[in-house]
C-alpha cells in the first residue's frame, strides 16, 4: 500500500504561490491516479485537481483553473501544486489522494489513500 506525505503548506498574503508537495512511498507512483482536495469547513473535502498516471490528462475545479497547475515526477514519486495568484478563499487543509482504479475527471473524489494535509492560510 502507498504511503503520502504532503510538504509545502504555510501562511502567504492574497496575490502570492505555494508550491505543494506530495511524496509516495511503499508503491510506485506511476500505479496511481493522483489528485488534490482541500477542506476548508465541516463541509467536508472538497475537488481542486487530479492527474492521470502518465501525466498526459488534468482536470481542475472551476474556482482554480488558470491559478493552479498539477503535475507528476513519476521518477522521483512526487506530485506537485503550483498554486499562483493565491485568494483567501483558498484557505484550507489540502490533501494528496491516490487512487489506482478511479480515473480522473472534474469533481474526482478518491476512495483510496490520502495523505495527512498540509495547511494553506491565505491572508488578505
Known amino acids: 500500500q502507498v504511503q503520502l506525505a504532503e510538504s509545502g503548506g504555510g501562511s502567504v498574503q492574497a496575490g502570492g504561490s505555494l508550491r505543494l508537495s506530495c511524496v509516495a512511498s511503499g508503491r510506485a507512483l506511476r500505479e496511481y491516479n493522483m489528485g488534490w482536495l482541500r477542506q476548508a469547513s465541516v463541509r467536508g473535502r472538497d475537488f481542486v485537481a487530479a492527474?492521470?498516471?502518465?501525466?498526459?490528462?488534468?482536470f481542475y475545479a472551476d474556482y482554480v483553473k488558470g491559478r493552479f497547475i498539477i503535475s507528476r515526477d513519476n521518477d522521483n514519486n512526487t506530485v506537485y501544486l503550483q498554486m499562483d495568484d493565491l485568494k483567501p478563499e483558498d484557505t484550507a487543509v489540502y490533501y494528496c489522494a491516490a487512487d489506482e482504479k478511479m480515473e480522473p475527471r472534474p469533481g474526482w473524489y478518491p476512495l483510496g489513500h490520502w495523505g495527512k494535509g498540509t495547511l494553506v492560510t491565505v491572508s488578505s
Open positions: 492527474i492521470s498516471r502518465s501525466g498526459s490528462s488534468t
